[in-house]
């Protein structure tokens, strides 16, 4: 496990030296979230990149087809020398860490909101503003639908989670009904 995790670091790491170059870091972190996502919800896609069966190459050209067009190119190769190494599950590990490193570096906090349905641009700035206020330290929020939640928002910044949602007040009620 301490070499996956030296592994993570240092694939983190060349991430934030490849955003250094990218011209719109925004894009490639909202297609790395994707993809991330994708990984993670997608149990078919999953189920096949975690695949011993499937050689390494074979997955490199699936994701290669697959997100060809899709996602910035410095993402897409770094993408495929993770697949041609066998590393591709580990991606959301090493998204984590490289969220938390270009946050440092960046004197800004990232964190996602998440709500089952689509919230305005507006909103999210607001929610943004309301978040760097209360934290002292500017926010960057990206928005992802979550359909396991059935009402209200969740803000996760780091290891700080805001959570209004349904779930939470009804887990909070019946906390004080069974007190």
């Known amino acids: 496990m ?6 993570i670091e240092n694939y983190a790491d060349a991430l934030l ?15 790395l979230n994707s ?6 919800t997608n149990s ?11 050689y390494d190459q074979g997955k490199v050209n699936a994701l290669q087809e697959l997100l060809s067009s899709k996602i910035s190119e410095p993402l897409l190769h770094f993408i495929l020398i993770m697949a041609s190494q066998g590393d591709i599950m580990l991606i959301q590990d090493i998204q984590q860490i490289f ?3 270009l946050s440092q570096s960046q004197n800004i906090r990232f ?3 998440h709500t089952p349905y689509m919230i305005s641009e507006d909103r999210v700035k607001k929610l943004e503003e309301i978040m760097s206020a209360y934290l002292d330290i500017e926010v960057s929020l990206e928005l992802n639908i979550d359909k396991t939640i059935s009402g209200g928002l ?3 910044i780091d290891d700080i989670i805001f959570d209004d949602t ?9 906390k004080q009904i069974t007190l």
């Open 2 to 7: 301490k070499s996956n995790n030296k592994k």
């Open 17 to 31: 030296n490849i955003i250094q170059t990218t011209s719109n870091e925004v894009l490639f972190r909202n297609d």
């Open 35 to 40: 993809f991330c996502s994708l990984i993670a």
């Open 44 to 54: 078919d896609l999953k189920s096949f990149m975690s695949s011993n069966s499937i």
């Open 99 to 101: 969220l938390r490193k």
């Open 111 to 113: 964190g996602e909101i």
């Open 154 to 156: 969740k803000i996760v």
């Open 166 to 174: 349904i779930e939470k007040r009804l887990s909070q009620m019946r």
